[in-house]
């Protein structure tokens, strides 16, 4: 058996029928945060120029010289060495 209702849907009795409806309002907008301390400054890289003159020496002879301790632990085969750095008497892998 039909029921028409205002002549636009036709449906069955004991039928489910799903309602899809638009909201209007909803949650409330959340407050804007208020920061107490200015935002912390990020480290950047400075270039510094003739930066490998502080690694190795060269005598009049024209003989080069290492200023630093290369690391012991460090494979040797590789592209790039690591330097020892000397902070007060001591030495650390940096």
Do not use: Q, W
């Not at 209702?5 to 309002?25: A, D, K, P, Q, T």
């Not at 502080?54 to 040797?76: L, M, Q, R, W």
């Amino acid at each position: 058996m039909k029921i028409s209702i205002h002549n636009r849907v036709n449906c069955l009795l004991e039928s489910c029928i799903n309602v899809v409806m638009r909201l209007l309002g909803g949650k409330k907008k959340r407050k804007k945060k208020v920061y107490t301390k200015p935002k912390k400054i990020g480290h950047k890289h400075k270039k510094r120029p003739k930066a490998l003159l502080e690694y190795f020496n060269v005598d009049n002879t024209g003989k080069i010289s290492k200023i630093k301790i290369e690391c012991e632990k460090c494979p040797a085969g590789k592209k790039t060495t690591f330097f020892m750095m000397l902070i007060f008497i001591r030495y650390l892998y940096g």
